[in-house]
């Protein structure tokens, strides 16, 4: 894919991030084409990009030509200790005047809670101990 957005996200404290989107496909691009589309791939840190996978995904109403397909989300394949990274490719079948839109983007995730903390006290402190008499 030449063409894409594409959003890094710290992710340092959070597990199982996704993103919600609304995209338009305007204009001259060849949508209806099985092989042209719009493409969500994810990545962790600095690694590799996960395999482009189509979407809308089965479960999701079919992106088309002149309009909006509202309501799409896409989960990260795994959430980087740092960063993680969205990159939504899009194909128009080649057509150079393919005009899409991105819109409402929403990322969220499950933040990962604070490891516990143990803390001591003494009182009276420092405590002082002495020999018994005998």
Request: glycine share 10%; aromatic share 14%.
């Amino acid at each position: 894919m030449n063409n894409y957005f594409e959003f890094t996200l710290d992710t340092h404290n959070y597990g199982g991030v996704y993103v919600k989107f609304n995209i338009g496909l305007f204009a001259n691009g060849d949508w209806a084409n099985p092989t042209s589309n719009v493409y969500v791939n994810t990545r962790a840190d600095s690694g590799s990009f996960t395999v482009y996978q189509t979407s809308p995904a089965p479960t999701y109403p079919a992106a088309s030509k002149g309009g909006w397909v509202t309501g799409l989300v896409a989960k990260a394949a795994s959430t980087g200790a740092n960063t993680t990274t969205f990159r939504f490719g899009v194909d128009g079948g080649g057509k150079d005047a393919a005009i899409v839109q991105l819109d409402d983007i929403i990322f969220y995730g499950c933040r990962r809670p604070a490891p516990p903390t143990i803390t001591k006290s003494f009182s009276p402190n420092p405590m002082l101990w002495a020999a018994p008499p005998r």
